[in-house]
């Protein structure tokens, strides 16, 4: 839009002023992080990612502002992003070891829960479910309750994948009234596939064509084409296991 672009010439200009004076090297990393983001999200992630290893690059180890491992959360972002989970996983780790040093819980819950992601992805599952367990208990420490709902359905989908189904439904329940509360349309459209599969899974087809049902009228609100196929996946699985 034209607001992002004008957004991205003004902080241009701030970077090439920071460029050409001798300050603290921080005020250029946060400039440098800010128009990273702007770029995610128009969706230009290679110059989200030039910017952030730039930074990355020029941050300190150590210091009160343009750490080098807030960086780092920020790098295993944009790689999540682009699937490259495990370069996603380093950074994270790194970021992590910084906050536990620090006894920053809110970066520390963060950062665990978006590794718990990227090992999943690997299939490094047991890893992964230490670290959403973990995640949940430090979101309970700082009362969170997005935190402990994330990890929860982090947990579901592995319960799921266990075909532990009772402990899937389970999670996915004490899950949803957060997501419900706080408006998370993408959320909430991801535990009503994660319910169907559940009661797929169990053999109970009409429960499953609900929930199949409730995403897609979730995501008829929302751009969300992942959770789109999820659940038009889900309904030609119910068909199929039901013979229509």
């Keep these: 839009s034209g607001n992002s672009q004008d957004a991205i010439k003004t902080i241009n200009?701030?970077?090439?002023?920071?460029?050409s004076k001798n300050l603290p090297s921080w005020l250029l990393v946060e400039a440098l992080i800010e128009r990273s983001d702007m770029y995610s999200s128009a969706s230009n992630f290679r110059a989200a990612l030039a910017d952030?290893?730039?930074?990355?690059?020029?941050?300190?180890?150590?210091?009160?502002?343009?750490?080098?491992?807030?960086?780092?959360?920020?790098l295993g972002n944009v790689y999540m992003t682009m699937s490259d989970y495990a370069l996603a996983a380093k950074y994270y780790r790194e970021s992590i070891a910084s906050s536990l040093q620090r006894n920053?819980?809110?970066?520390?819950?963060?950062d665990e829960y978006s590794?718990?992601?990227?090992?999943?992805?690997?299939?490094?599952?047991?890893?992964?479910e230490q670290l959403y367990k973990s995640s949940r208990a430090h979101s309970l420490q700082i009362k969170d309750d997005q935190g402990i709902a994330s990890a929860d359905f982090g947990l579901a989908e592995l319960a799921l994948k266990e075909k532990n189904?009772?402990?899937?439904?389970?999670?996915?329940?004490?899950?949803?009234?957060?997501?419900?509360?706080?408006?998370?349309?993408?959320?909430?459209?991801?535990?009503?596939?994660?319910?169907?599969?559940?009661?797929?899974?169990?053999?109970?087809?009409?429960?499953?064509?609900?929930?199949a049902n409730k995403a897609l009228q979730?995501?008829?609100?929302?751009?969300?084409?992942?959770?789109?196929?999820?659940?038009?996946?889900?309904?030609?699985k119910i068909y199929v296991a039901k013979g229509d």
């Design 13 to 19: 200009v701030v970077i090439t002023h920071l460029e």
């Design 52 to 74: 952030l290893l730039r930074a990355y690059a020029l941050a300190k180890p150590d210091g009160k502002r343009g750490m080098r491992a807030d960086v780092a959360s920020y």
């Design 104 to 110: 920053e819980l809110v970066s520390l819950s963060i």
């Design 115 to 128: 590794l718990a992601m990227a090992l999943q992805s690997l299939g490094q599952d047991l890893e992964a």
């Design 165 to 211: 189904y009772d402990k899937a439904e389970k999670l996915f329940r004490s899950a949803l009234p957060v997501f419900i509360l706080s408006n998370n349309l993408f959320s909430q459209a991801s535990i009503a596939v994660g319910l169907g599969k559940t009661a797929l899974a169990k053999d109970q087809y009409q429960k499953a064509y609900e929930q």
């Design 218 to 236: 979730i995501t008829h609100k929302i751009q969300s084409p992942t959770n789109q196929m999820d659940a038009h996946d889900l309904l030609s």
